[in-house]
């Protein structure tokens, strides 16, 4: 029998993996008991699954994850209240359901934010206002930076309408809805990466400034075997520590390959490259707990091998991402992670 990750972990920080509803019951459900005490919905409580058509939200899928979080003494995350993925196009439509977007009367545009903010605001307080007893950590945003598009601002259909106001929006509905006891956090990709990291640092500061309130950063944390190192990582960390703000490691994953790279191992993974892949999930979390003070949790993307976003993504190949294999089993990456707290 092998040993619980997140007991493993106790005495440094809850362990966590995303789930899909098919996964809270059999081989699955048995795996998350054991090993993770965090959950959050890989797609479940995105945007287009709780309000497909505007005021109709739909919660069975979301609801159940509560119950199971709740049945099992698990703490589930919210992801993700806005984001421009997953988003259904009705909260872009005008009044006469044509696309805002397309709008060029100034006084028109204006009305439109107005509508569209409304409709952010009312998406925010009503899920809110239902789980805040339930869900103390949520990803208010969801990848907004991107240092490509004009002002390091992602140039999404939130941005284009509304420039950062639907961040601030987000923001002040979800803390008005659930009080302080709940975290905000800013979710995002590539935290490690300089450029990235400081447009991040800098819209936080701003918001902060303009008393909006943000409790954390997450770091979505979807790396390889070759980059980025694990330097880069603790140190935009210890960044937004030092501003006062928590952070979260809330999507890791580990792939096989390099960026760019579109080969496929196929049916057989090396086993350098396994070996490869343990070495830096040891090094990852040996850096997180001897500095545990600047995170509060780590979520890994997935629970094994068997299913992960990255098997159809960038090109459909072979993926090994996670701690488990396809069949469920212990990776050396597990091990790597666990070994070294392990009572001699
Ligand atoms: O639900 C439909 C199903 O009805 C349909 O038959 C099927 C056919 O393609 O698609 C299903 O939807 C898929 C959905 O996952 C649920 O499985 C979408 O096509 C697919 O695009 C979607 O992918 C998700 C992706 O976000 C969307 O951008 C991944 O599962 C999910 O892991 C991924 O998660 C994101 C985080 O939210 C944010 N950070 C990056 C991360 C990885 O991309």
Do not use: C
């Not at 979301?62 to 589930?76: H, I, S, T």
């Not at 987000?170 to 975290?183: C, N, P, Q, V, Y």
């Amino acid at each position: 029998d092998i040993p619980s990750l997140a007991e493993s972990y106790a005495d440094y920080f809850p362990i966590g993996a995303a789930i899909e509803p098919y996964q809270m019951t059999g081989l699955h459900a048995d795996m998350l008991k054991k090993h993770m005490n965090w959950l959050v919905a890989e797609n479940a409580m995105k945007p287009a699954s709780l309000q497909p058509r505007e005021g109709e939200f739909q919660w069975e899928q979301a609801d159940r994850m509560v119950q199971f979080a709740r049945e099992n003494k698990m703490e589930l995350r919210f992801h993700t209240l806005v984001w421009h993925n997953q988003t259904p196009d009705w909260f872009f439509l005008d009044a006469e359901g044509k696309p805002m977007e397309n709008e060029t009367d100034p006084v028109k545009r204006e009305a439109n934010k107005k509508l569209l903010l409304e409709r952010l605001d009312t998406h925010v307080r009503t899920i809110v206002e239902r789980y805040k007893d339930d869900i103390r950590s949520w990803d208010v945003v969801n990848e907004v930076i991107e240092p490509a598009d004009p002002d390091g601002m992602r140039a999404s259909l939130w941005y284009k309408l509304t420039g950062t106001e639907y961040i601030e929006t987000a923001f002040r509905a979800a803390r008005e809805a659930g009080g302080s006891d709940i975290k905000l956090y800013i979710n995002d990709y590539g935290t490690d990466d300089p450029v990235k990291r400081d447009r991040l640092a800098e819209l936080v500061t701003e918001l902060l400034d303009k008393g909006v309130p943000v409790d954390g950063v997450g770091h979505q944390t979807h790396i390889s075997i070759h980059w980025p190192t694990v330097d880069s990582i603790i140190e935009s960390m210890r960044k937004f520590h030092e501003l006062g703000l928590d952070n979260l490691v809330t999507e890791l994953d580990m792939s096989l390959y390099a960026w760019n790279d579109r080969s496929d191992f196929g049916e057989d993974i090396p086993e350098e490259i396994l070996q490869k892949q343990a070495d830096r999930y040891g090094e990852l979390f040996e850096a997180f707990r001897s500095n545990q003070e600047l995170l509060s949790g780590v979520v890994l993307w997935g629970i094994a091998d068997d299913h992960t976003w990255l098997s159809s993504f960038p090109v459909t190949r072979t993926e090994a991402p996670l701690l488990f294999d396809e069949l469920l089993q212990a990776k050396p990456a597990f091990w790597a992670v666990v070994d070294p707290l392990q009572q001699p």
